[in-house]
């Protein structure tokens, strides 16, 4: 499947960005937006009360990722209701799309892929960020008009308002719109793409990269634990393996709070309830917990139930929607003590190393990778490369309502 579409469709794009950008003025534009989101990102001013904002969820010594199970919003008490996951590497997840697959009995079937927000209910990256601005249990801003008012007042209104017209930067749409494109385009930035993990130089030769237990490990990546099968080591959409293949399915991870009915939800298929995408692995020994709800808190606690879910289902307890549990891949995977040791101990040969050392030295922000290629030069490969998003095919189970009518207070 390709998810770099060149097609026409749905534009999902600031009105004052130009569509067509070249050479050194499209890279120019980048970058000022990419500084621009970068102020968005950490700035804790727009809220409702203020003192939320991105990075108040999206921890970066947690590989952009929350060290809770759930996030807490801006009004006292709320909370939401899953896991904020990575932004790492976000940037490179692709459009929510189906992909038909043909089957042994030679029966065609159409599979969810990509989308974000862990049940997939936005899009696009665009789409992705704008939710939490507006949702009451996040920033809880009331409108774009709210939003668009406190952004002109902002100590870096200056970089976002750069290239507009004043006419334009009266405009609260536009305004916030510019500002949607801002964090895409930061979240597009060479720091969250570094592929330096020791597992990308084992892939690429480097034998010493990992040790005899990761080894192992990796040997039960492949095999008995079945982890590549849906954390894929090869290059798919982008250059460097993503680590998964962002599809859906229902692990029957353990009840935590309301039902969340995930991928179902808004496709409104049955057999979909209760099924979220598949992470992508890089820095996962970093972002716990795990499981779209927060319900596990290690990593090896996650490789335990993967292995014995269904042989001791008193340990793990109730799950929302055990109707469409996958219990064929998962559940008894048959592997022995070590065997998990090894498996968790691959984990840690995931972890960017710019990650590591911005924790060591106690730095805000990753550094750039050496040999990181700038987003424009990389721009054909983003998703979003062009803003846009084709429409979805007509084809079942889907019957929901992806790309209108989607209710704001859908979190993460």
């Keep these: 499947m390709s998810w770099i579409s060149k097609g026409s469709g749905l534009l999902l794009v600031a009105a004052a960005l130009p569509l067509v950008v070249r050479g050194d003025d499209g890279s120019k534009q980048q970058a000022m937006l990419a500084a621009a989101g970068r102020e968005v990102f950490l700035d804790t001013g727009l809220s409702n009360p203020p003192g939320q904002g991105c990075a108040s969820c999206h921890a970066p010594e947690a590989a952009f990722a929350d060290p809770r199970p759930v996030s807490l919003g801006a009004i006292p008490g709320s909370v939401g209701r899953r896991n904020a996951t990575s932004l790492m590497y976000a940037a490179l997840i692709p459009n929510m799309d189906q992909e038909d697959m043909l089957q042994e009995d030679g029966t065609q079937e159409w599979v969810w892929q990509g989308g974000l927000f862990q049940d997939g209910s936005a899009r696009t990256l665009h789409e992705q960020v704008q939710r939490p601005f507006f949702d009451h249990a996040e920033v809880n801003v009331g409108s774009e008009t709210e939003l668009a008012g406190k952004l002109r007042k902002a100590n870096y209104a200056d970089k976002l308002k750069a290239g507009l017209s004043d006419e334009e930067w009266a405009d609260d749409a536009k305004v916030a719109q510019r500002t949607y494109r801002a964090l895409v385009e930061f979240l597009k930035e060479p720091m969250f793409r570094p592929f330096d993990a020791r597992i990308d130089d084992f892939l690429a030769g480097d034998e010493k990269a990992l040790t005899d237990q990761e080894k192992r490990g990796l040997d039960l990546f492949k095999s008995k634990g079945k982890c590549a099968d849906c954390h894929f080591l090869h290059a798919t959409s982008w250059p460097q393996p993503l680590l998964s293949d962002f599809g859906y399915d229902n692990l029957g991870a353990p009840s935590r709070g309301d039902k969340d009915p995930g991928l179902g939800g808004h496709t409104l298929a049955d057999g979909e309830i209760g099924q979220f995408r598949a992470p992508g692995l890089r820095n996962v020994a970093l972002t716990a917990p795990y499981l779209h709800n927060g319900s596990l808190a290690t990593l090896r606690e996650v490789i335990e139930f993967y292995n014995r ?104």
């Design 309 to 412: 879910r269904d042989k001791e289902p008193e340990r793990w307890g109730a799950t929302d929607y055990p109707e469409t549990v996958n219990r064929t891949d998962l559940g008894d995977l048959g592997m022995t003590d070590q065997e998990v040791t090894d498996l968790t101990a691959l984990m840690e040969a995931f972890t960017d190393r710019t990650l590591l050392q911005m924790r060591e030295r106690g730095e805000r922000f990753p550094a750039v990778a050496p040999g990181t290629p700038d987003s424009w030069k990389m721009r054909s490969y983003f998703p979003d490369w062009n803003h846009a998003a084709p429409p979805l095919p007509p084809h079942p189970p889907y019957r929901g309502h992806i790309l209108k009518n989607q209710p704001l207070s859908t979190s993460r």
